[in-house]
């Protein structure tokens, strides 16, 4: 099964930056498509931006123009660079990984989430 393990949460300023990293670990024929989603306390979880595997962007409304998805994909790798940070983007952050698992015979898709990061935007 693919983990998906996160850093570079923590607390910053208004219209501060602050880089998000997550790396897939484990056995896997594919990584697919990645994302990073948030959620606040009592709210759904939102897209926030995700990439394609040929590196398509997509991002949520409330961030377009201030944040930016990118991967590596030689270190199984996705980010989420976040700039111009407002306060309203206090939330836990997630990273997701949709991939094709390794074994015998067909493979469906399956989908892995990260343990969820804190971003806090606080002066």
């Known amino acids: 099964q693919v983990r998906l393990v996160e850093s570079g949460g923590g607390l910053v300023q208004p219209e501060g930056s602050l880089k998000l990293s997550c790396v897939a670990r484990g056995m896997y024929f594919s990584l697919n498509s990645l994302g990073w989603y948030r959620q606040t306390p009592g709210g759904q979880r939102e897209l926030v931006a995700d990439?394609?595997?040929?590196?398509?962007?997509n991002y949520g409304d409330a961030v377009k123009g201030r944040f930016a998805i990118s991967r590596d994909n030689a270190k199984a790798s996705v980010y989420l660079q976040m700039n111009n940070l407002k306060p309203e983007d206090t939330a836990v952050y997630y990273c997701?990984?949709?991939?094709?698992?390794?074994?015998?015979?067909?493979?469906?898709?399956?989908?892995?989430w990260g343990q969820g990061t804190q971003v806090t935007v606080s002066s």
């Open positions: 990439i394609s595997s040929s590196g398509r962007t």
């Open positions: 997701q990984a949709f991939y094709i698992p390794q074994g015998l015979g067909f493979q469906a898709m399956q989908e892995s």
